[in-house]
């Protein structure tokens, strides 16, 4: 399973940006059958979760810091899954991770993108 992150940058804080996660893999991938995640780790800090998605996109989860602010979401027929970062503030600045994980539980990372939000 590849998994590419797009749409980091900087951004004013009180902004929005949106992350993007395309998720590919060998013949028979089927992106439906994956619970997809967006991790961050800000620069000295342990990698925590900001959201998760189930596979059908019927439950989701958010850390209590962005709750109310981001929004995960996914389009399994674009093998995509998404998050909505609005208000962001200085302290979300990071490197945002994808990460899929199969029924098996084996996970998958993607190799990052960056978010900075600085004035």
């Known amino acids: 399973v590849q998994l590419v992150e797009s749409g980091g940058g900087l951004v004013q804080p009180g902004g929005s940006l949106r992350l993007s996660c395309a998720a590919s893999?060998?013949?028979?991938?089927?992106?439906?059958?994956?619970?997809m995640s967006w991790y961050r780790q800000a620069p000295g800090k342990a990698r925590e979760l900001v959201a998760g998605i189930s596979s059908t996109g019927g439950s989701t989860n958010y850390a209590a810091s962005v709750k109310g602010r981001f929004t995960i979401s996914r389009d399994n027929a674009k093998n995509t899954v998404y998050l909505q970062m609005n208000s962001l503030k200085p302290e979300d600045t990071a490197v945002y991770y994808c990460?899929?994980?199969?029924?098996?539980?084996?996970?998958?990372w993607g190799q990052g993108t960056q978010v900075t939000v600085s004035s």
């Open positions: 893999g060998a013949s028979g991938f089927t992106f439906s059958r994956y619970a």
């Open positions: 990460k899929a994980r199969d029924r098996d539980n084996y996970e998958y």
